[in-house]
């Protein structure tokens, strides 16, 4: 499976963006899709995760102001950022879990999002 993250830029404070990551290849086997971010000199944490169900996770940082979500025929899984915040400012990685277990996570090139004050 390989994946191809877009959607990243440069948006003021208070703006939004819509990150996308389409999965291609053996995408029969994908199950959990999410995002992490990783801001300069930062460890990578998790932003949102979306299980092939559709049950989703969030970090508490993001609740409120970020929506995951999955299009299941298309192998996307999608990024809503509204209310952006310089803090937001990050390289964003997207993610898919890939079965028959053990489950495998294959990464994405990541996607700058930097947020202007």
């Known amino acids: 499976v390989q994946l191809q993250a877009s959607g990243g830029g440069l948006v003021q404070a208070g703006g939004s963006l819509r990150l996308s990551c389409a999965a291609s290849g053996r995408t029969f086997s994908v199950h959990t899709m999410g995002w992490y971010r990783q801001a300069p000199e930062k460890q990578r944490d998790l932003v949102a995760t979306?299980?092939?169900?559709?049950?989703?996770n969030y970090a508490d940082s993001v609740k409120g102001r970020f929506t995951i979500s999955r299009d299941n025929a298309k192998n996307t899984v999608y990024l809503q950022m509204s209310s952006l915040k310089p803090d937001d400012t990050a390289v964003y990685y997207c993610f898919v879990d890939v079965g028959p277990p053990p489950l495998v996570r294959v990464w994405g090139k990541g996607t700058q999002v930097t947020v202007s004050s």
């Open positions: 979306i299980t092939s169900g559709g049950s989703t």
